[in-house]
């Protein structure tokens, strides 16, 4: 019986330590909880990616084109809740505007050599 308590000591060490080490990484690059997010960053986290997302540049074109006052592109890159955004608007040119702007940002960005641009996370 001792030997099991001293074991469950041994693990509760090693869970601490390796809870202090998470913080110390989380410290040093800069990472930050979603809890103690502010209420704008969690606001606009629902409308980018979390995560980067690689896309074909052409296709990606192709359909702001064709489905950008509908919010086709977004829907393709993953950013569901701003492709809704895109749809609510669509009726009233907002969304239309909001493709332009799209089509200025997409175009100088940086191919890589598979014809793949890359939207970073914030």
């Not at 074909?56 to 702001?64: A, E, N, V």
């Not at 009726?91 to 799209?102: R, Y």
Request: aromatic share 12%.
């Amino acid at each position: 019986m001792s030997n099991t308590n001293q074991q469950d000591k041994l693990n509760i060490k090693e869970f601490l330590a390796a809870e202090d080490e998470l913080r110390t990484l989380k410290e040093t690059y800069g990472i930050v909880d979603a809890d103690k997010k502010g209420l704008v960053d969690r606001l606009l986290g629902l409308f980018y990616n979390k995560t980067d997302v690689t896309v074909k540049r052409k296709t990606y074109l192709w359909l702001m084109l064709f489905t950008g006052v509908f919010g086709g592109h977004r829907f393709y890159a993953k950013q569901y809740l701003a492709g809704i955004l895109y749809l609510a608007t669509c009726w009233c040119g907002v969304s239309l505007a909001m493709t332009i702007i799209d089509v200025l940002v997409v175009l100088p960005m940086e191919v890589d050599e598979v014809g793949m641009i890359t939207f970073k996370s914030r």
